[in-house]
């Protein structure tokens, strides 16, 4: 693997993490560094990053909101 390539993915921890529990893009970037960019994507979902699961994750976290506040709610006319 290229050594600026390699920087560039210890450079972040994330990237780093995903390359590790991920060895098989040791050899597809040692083959074909551009690939790069493919692998920050698929960390990207592999870590929940992409911007359809941060939407999915907001509006989930508001769901529970609600339902909190309408248990609470409950709870305070019985």
Not at 4 to 20: A, F, Q
Not at 50 to 63: A, K, V
Not at 65 to 72: D, S
Request: a positive charge.
């Amino acid at each position: 693997m290229r050594k600026e390539v390699y920087d560039w993915i210890r450079s972040s921890p994330e990237l780093h993490h995903y390359l590790r529990m991920n060895p098989i893009w040791y050899r597809k970037l040692g083959r074909e560094p551009e690939l790069l960019e493919k692998m920050i994507q698929e960390s990207k979902v592999y870590f929940g990053k992409t911007f359809t699961q941060r939407i999915d994750q907001i509006h989930n976290n508001m769901n529970m909101a609600m339902m909190v506040i309408e248990m609470m709610r409950q709870m305070n006319e019985s």
